[in-house]
């Protein structure tokens, strides 16, 4: 089980966009501007850019990659930047006036970047990531936890977050050649003909119920019901004549375990 308390720390990681609220805790914990910070701010830029500025630096602080446009800013968080920055108030639409200008964005871009010593992905970088995304697909539930797991890997290594399509097709990757070397474990495993005929039993009808055997399997007990004990006891044996009690599985993880569990039960 995840620490909420990491959880907390990192759910701005990898993000594209401000959230449409934040609260004072966000603020204070993720978008705070430093004293170096503001120097740094307003010795670069002029008053009317300087909010701007300040905002980048602190989106791509919490999120590891750069914001293409202000879509949204909280009034928090813009109320905040103003005061730290010595800035008159400032609205949303002369923030995205601003950029509308792309040279204005890709120059506060740059210098957050400058400013913050990110860099970006590279060849052997993008190699150990790939690793690491093998390694961690081995306990992957779904390719999104891959996805995070990449997202994290890159943000700790002060390496620029690629977009979202990108890291979805590594993750994506890896999570389905970890599913084509369990599904070749499991065909070792059981051998490839009662592997055809564990799968052809269960999609047969079953005498049981107006299903197949799979949705027999899947009804679960009654409570209390005097049946329940028979029933449980019929599932066994039915399984048992396909030998499942004698497949060697423990070479696949708990997590894959489960994940053939969910897809089976859905």
């Keep these: ?9 990192q759910r701005f990681i990898g993000a594209e966009t401000l959230p449409a609220r934040m609260s004072e805790l966000d603020v204070q914990q993720f978008f705070s501007l430093s004293k170096h910070d503001i120097s740094g701010v307003c010795e670069r830029f002029r008053d009317d850019r300087r909010v701007a500025a300040a905002i980048q630096l602190l989106f791509l602080r919490a999120s590891g990659r750069p914001m293409d446009r202000f879509a949204t800013v909280p009034k928090v968080l813009l109320r905040s930047v103003c005061e730290a920055s010595g800035s008159l108030s400032v609205s949303i639409a002369s923030l995205r006036s601003l950029y509308e200008r792309r040279q204005t964005l890709y120059e506060h871009q740059a210098w957050a970047r ?3 010593g990110l860099g970006d992905l590279d060849e052997v970088q993008l190699q150990k990531l790939e ?3 093998a390694v961690a697909a081995l306990e992957a539930a779904h390719p999104d936890d891959l996805v995070r797991t990449a997202r994290i890997w890159l943000y700790s290594r002060r390496i620029i977050i690629p977009g979202s399509r990108r890291i979805a097709d590594w993750a994506r ?5 970890t599913e084509a070397a369990m599904a070749a474990t499991i065909e070792a495993a059981i051998g490839k003909a009662a592997l055809r005929q564990a799968i052809d039993w269960a999609y047969a ?6 299903g197949s055997h799979l949705e027999w399997l899947k009804t679960p007990p009654q ?3 005097p049946s329940t004990t028979v029933d449980t006891l019929e599932k066994i044996r039915a399984l048992k ?3 499942v009690h004698n497949w060697a599985m423990d070479s696949i993880a708990l997590e894959q375990c489960d994940r053939i569990f969910w897809t089976v039960a859905l």
């Design 1 to 9: 089980m995840e620490d909420p308390a990491v959880t907390f720390a």
């Design 114 to 116: 400058m400013y913050l």
């Design 131 to 133: 690793q690491v995304l």
């Design 173 to 177: 990757k890896a999570f389905d050649a």
């Design 205 to 210: 009808p079953s005498p049981a119920t107006s």
């Design 223 to 225: 409570r209390n019901a």
């Design 241 to 243: 004549t396909l030998g």
